[in-house]
T-cell receptor, first 113, second 114 residues
């Protein structure tokens, strides 16, 4: 069945460092891909998404490109801030239908000043 | 607009007891979803309501779990009797239509079964 594999954390970075969180997927058809973020004490929030191959999602300085050839959707940010400390989840939904989001394990990011 | 509200934020109960979690979706959102994250594991889909009807309950773990959405507004998820392995964070989400690919999540209800 469909699955998402996400790099394990925790990840600890200094402020202004470059961030990459790897995400690869297995799916039939053409899924939509998502990154969600959970800040401490808050709910899951959609960070960015891409619905077809080669689409780039971006938000708050984060980017991820839907790579069909490598079945990947890696999250990147050029310069992290302390406020980016959170748990990041990669997810997919099959055929553009989000009834059943399939999730990665989540990656905890801590950014130190 | 108000977001998705979940109550309680944290519940600690003993094995064998009953707990009821509540979710208030965004007003006007017909679609309501329950997900669960057990510690160390992926977030897993539990079920999906469209208004008051269960559209898909394939993720419900067993018959100790009962979800309802009377009147198509708020939803409850009851666990009876609770077992240790039910501990985790239960997330509720809503969307205006099932074709939309964006869900709005609540902050989650953390359940600890001792």
């Amino acid at each position: 069945g469909d699955s998402v594999t996400q790099m394990e954390g925790p990840v600890t970075l200094s402020e202004e460092a470059f961030l990459t969180i790897n995400c690869t997927y297995t799916a039939t058809g053409y899924p939509s891909l998502f990154w969600y973020v959970q800040y401490p004490g808050e709910g899951l929030q959609l960070l960015l998404k891409a619905t077809k191959a080669d689409d780039k999602g971006s938000n708050k300085g984060f980017e991820a490109t839907y790579r069909k050839e490598t079945t990947s959707f890696h999250l990147e940010k050029g310069s992290v801030q302390v406020s980016d400390s959170a748990v990041y989840f990669c997810a997919l939904s099959s055929a553009g239908n989000n009834r059943k989001l399939i999730w990665g394990l989540g990656t905890s990011l801590a950014v130190n000043p | 607009e108000a977001g998705v509200t979940q109550f309680p934020s944290h519940s600690v109960i003993e094995k064998g007891q009953t707990v009821t979690l509540r979710c208030d979706p965004i007003s006007g959102h017909d679609n309501l979803y329950w997900y669960r994250r057990v510690m160390g594991k992926e977030i897993k889909f539990l079920l999906h309501f469209v208004k008051e009807s269960k559209q898909d309950e394939s993720g419900m773990p067993n018959n100790r779990f009962l979800a309802e959405r009377t009147g198509g507004t708020y939803s409850t998820l009851k666990v009876q009797p609770a077992e240790l392995e039910d501990s985790g964070v239960y997330f509720c989400a809503s969307s205006q239509n099932s074709g939309a690919n964006v869900l709005t999540f609540g902050a989650g209800s953390r359940l600890t079964v001792l």
